[in-house]
């Protein structure tokens, strides 16, 4: 299923119907700052283990990441002192992922490595959704190859094309692009840059 969305003024019942399709395990594609993601409701265990199948992602060996509405929402996920508080307010919303040690509150699958990555992407679209669901949403870039047509990581109509019988939902937020958020791991003493992409930090 299609559904075309705005920057703004979206249907509040459309807003509800994503909401309640994620409420309920489904899986969604949509767009972000940086690259069309898959996702779904972060505290659906199972939902999550769908996506961790489909990306062939081992959850005890790779971090999880989640979107967030703001970092009040952050707070309740994922453990930060004031320095990581100050540096992600500086950056977010913005193509990032801030590696944070993840609070209890999140499910088993993600307490296997006790980090999560957290993003705030500067889409006001999957903000917005983040926002209705009151939940974070577990997030993770299509699966895509480079010798792909890029059309089938940033065209929404060839990406449900592709998807469409894999997952419920793609969002159609227009155009996307294949760039990659800048990984940034807080966990350690100061912060470490360990993946360079089209995010640049601001200290």
């Not at 767009?31 to 489909?54: F, N, Q, S, W």
Request: glycine share 8%.
């Amino acid at each position: 299923m299609l559904i075309r969305l705005y920057d703004k003024d979206n249907s509040a019942v459309t807003m509800e119907k994503i909401s309640e399709a994620l409420d309920e395990g489904q899986l969604v594609i949509y767009p972000t700052d940086t690259m069309y993601a898959i996702g779904c409701h972060a505290l659906k265990e199972r939902a999550v283990e769908k996506i961790c199948r489909l990306k062939d992602i081992d959850p005890k060996k790779n971090n999880l990441s989640i979107i967030c509405y703001d970092l009040s929402a952050v707070s309740r996920y994922a453990k930060m002192d004031n320095a990581t508080f100050k540096l992600m307010k500086r950056n977010l919303p913005g193509p990032f992922t801030f590696i944070l040690e993840g609070t209890s509150r999140l499910p088993k699958i993600f307490r296997n490595r006790k980090e999560v990555g957290i993003r705030m992407p500067d889409n006001p679209i999957i903000r917005e959704i983040a926002r209705y669901l009151d939940a974070p949403i577990m997030t993770t870039t299509i699966p895509y190859s480079e010798d792909e047509d890029p059309g089938y990581a940033t065209d929404p109509g060839l990406i449900e094309e592709k998807w469409g019988r894999t997952v419920d939902m793609v969002i159609d937020g227009g155009p996307g692009n294949l760039g990659m958020s800048t990984v940034v791991d807080c966990t350690g003493d100061g912060f470490t840059v360990v993946r360079q992409g089209i995010g640049i930090l601001e200290y």
